[in-house]
């Protein structure tokens, strides 16, 4: 497995101290000249026991006698959260050990077959789909380098074995009994009772997470097609008319495909029908909004945008002054201006002149250049079908109290630099 990646700077192993993480660890000492790099133990005290710091000082002198490097981070996992505090601290856990990455380093754990079995149980009883089911990866990226994860094929009683026949000590975390939580009620009640019925229930649930896993990369494969056709200006956009094209099942999977891609946690599939009725099939002139968490996804016109929830920059902000040399960062974005030649707003026009950001409040217009008229923005907004909801976001840039140009969109006439004219050209950026 480790002759297939790049060669590392370093590999850090996640080193708990439990009995895992020790067979591990002994098993690479044992056979650290036939690695191209340093074999670092990384130890994350996560200080929920009180036993924590006796546990560290285990791991730094068992490092010690194999004459292994070793480091040590402390995290805090007291934070309030009460959702999913073994999720937290396992969030905390592995952006801790990503710290220590370098380009193509590797990160090794301790997961064994039995930990696989398990989580394929837990992932069932959550109604995951096959994302879900394909459960623990033996080999992926993350973040500078790769994960690996070398006893998948082993199971807890070889590791035990292996460890007992070394005369090894590790330390017993006593939140293992605790049955209180899902994965130590899955490994101490649930899986004893399938290996008496089913003495092979364990490998069988690893055939289920390799079928599974070869089923999320044909889905995918899928969806990245459909995505493709189906992209609008911009990759949180979603053009209806492809999507509504699509059969039932591709529609599901192409959104749960399109949410990942954009950063934001997948919904459950009861949500993903709702996007599916309310926005799919929602009357042509509607503008529904489909949300979870701090996520949502609204409908206008022929498009399906996704963002972050209640993102609206209020109309009382500001006005915000502007130094046209440097960037202006926003509740709803970026501006920045860059000095071109015929184009942008005229340099003239604002040297030593007040330069505000507003946004609207109801009422404003603009002679664009080159047109005869003046609009109302929201007129030029619907004619540009801007969604309703971007309109209140968009930067109004006023020079000495005159609306010169909306971001992105318009520059008043009389400002818009033309011929050999220096002129500053704006750029809006959006956070999504």
């Given amino acids: 497995m480790l002759e297939k990646l790049p060669a590392p700077g370093h590999y850090w192993l996640a080193y708990s101290g439990g009995m895992d993480s020790t067979a591990l660890l002994s098993i690479l000492a044992t056979h650290r000249d036939r690695l191209p790099a340093e074999l670092v133990a990384v130890h994350v005290n996560h200080q929920l026991s009180a036993n924590a710091d006796q546990w560290e000082e285990h791991c730094r002198a068992f490092c010690r006698g194999l004459n292994i490097r070793y480091e040590s981070v402390t995290i805090n996992v007291r934070d309030g959260r009460t959702d999913s505090p073994e999720a937290h601290a396992r969030e905390l856990r592995y952006a801790a050990l990503e710290e220590f990455m370098q380009q193509d380093d590797i990160l090794l754990t301790a997961h064994h077959r039995d930990d696989l079995a398990e989580t394929v149980i837990q992932q069932l009883l959550r109604g995951s789909g096959p994302e879900g089911l394909s459960a623990i990866p ?27 026949g070394q005369r090894l000590t590790w330390v017993e975390d006593e939140s293992n009994i605790d049955q ?20 092979s229930s364990a490998d069988v649930l690893w055939r289920v997470s390799k079928v599974q896993a070869d089923a999320v990369v044909v889905l995918n494969d899928m969806a990245e097609l459909d995505m493709h ?84 920059v209020p109309s ?33 026009r604002v040297q030593d002149k007040k330069v505000e950001i507003r946004f609207r409040e109801g009422g404003e217009s603009i ?29 109004l840039v006023y020079v000495d109290n005159e609306l010169a140009a909306v971001a992105g969109y318009w520059i008043a006439d009389g400002f818009q630099a033309t011929g050999s004219e220096r002129g500053w050209e704006i750029v809006f950026t959006e956070t999504s």
């Avoid at 993350?142 to 007992?164: C, H, K, M, T």
């Avoid at 053009?239 to 954009?262: E, F, G, H, M, T």
């Avoid at 047109?371 to 004619?383: I, N, S």
């Fill in 229 to 312: 056709d189906a992209l609008g200006n911009s990759d949180a956009v979603l053009r209806l008319s492809v999507v509504d094209k699509l059969a039932l099942p591709r529609q599901r999977n192409l959104l749960r495909y399109w949410i990942r891609k954009n950063g934001r946690p997948v919904p459950a599939m009861n949500v993903i029908d709702e996007i599916i009725n309310e926005l799919l099939h929602a009357r042509p002139d509607s503008m529904p909004c489909v949300r979870w968490g701090d996520t949502e996804i609204r409908r206008y016109r022929d498009e399906v945008c996704i963002m972050t929830a209640n993102t609206n």
């Fill in 138 to 164: 033996e080999t992926r990226r993350y973040g500078r380098g790769w994960l690996l994860r070398p006893l998948l094929a082993y199971s807890r009683r070889q590791i035990e074995d292996y460890v007992r």
């Fill in 367 to 395: 002679r664009p250049a080159g047109r005869r008229e003046t609009h109302e923005l929201k007129k030029l907004f619907q004619d540009s079908a801007v969604p309703p909801w971007k309109r209140d976001r968009v930067p």
């Fill in 180 to 199: 209180g939580i899902d994965r130590n009620f899955i490994r101490n009640t649930v899986m004893p009772t399938l290996r008496e019925r089913w003495p």
């Fill in 316 to 348: 009382t902000r500001g006005p915000y002054l502007w130094s046209l040399e440097k960037p202006l960062d926003l509740d709803g974005g970026r501006l920045e201006a860059g000095m071109a030649v015929g184009s942008g707003i005229r340099a003239d």
